[in-house]
């Protein structure tokens, strides 16, 4: 192992008879598997329904640096409140929600009404993984806001 560890690269290459076998060491950081566990309950959310609730659900999103999105989790709506208490996720990776730099805004929690024949936007924010773990710790929410339309 310390000759892999100490080659160039961290790829040893070993002469067979006949060929060759490459060795490769790599380093793999606890991080990559530890796992979380997320739950997410909303206060005084907008009324949006006709008898003065909302009947909400989200999608928590992984934003990619090419500018797209990849769905993670997407909640089932809870009927009849303006104050959900949605069920915990299940295990999700750590690595999966966050780059490199645990600061870079890299999750967006889009909550939405569900109706009938559609969903109507209730609004989201986009934070860091730090972010989300620090808002618990400290007891801080997060405010939806209504993205912005295209030429505003």
């Not at 997410?40 to 009947?55: A, L």
């Not at 645990?102 to 730090?130: A, I, Q, V, Y």
Request: overall charge positive.
């Amino acid at each position: 192992l310390a000759h892999v560890v100490g080659s160039r690269g961290g790829t040893l290459k070993l002469d067979l008879r006949p060929g060759h076998i490459y060795v490769t060491a790599k380093e793999e950081s606890q991080a990559g598997r530890d796992t979380v566990v997320l739950k997410f309950r909303g206060k005084d959310m907008k009324k949006m329904d006709f008898f003065g609730t909302s009947d909400p659900y989200f999608k928590l999103e992984r934003l990619l640096p090419n500018g797209t999105t990849k769905l993670i989790f997407e909640s089932k709506p809870i009927s009849n409140t303006l104050n959900p208490d949605w069920p915990a996720l299940s295990r999700q990776r750590v690595a999966d929600l966050m780059t490199a730099d645990p600061h870079e805004k890299t999750l967006r929690f889009h909550c939405f009404d569900k109706d009938m024949f559609s969903s109507d936007d209730m609004g989201r924010f986009e934070c860091s993984f730090t972010e989300l773990i620090d808002a618990q710790r400290n007891g801080t929410c997060f405010t939806l806001a209504k993205p912005e339309k295209p030429g505003k």
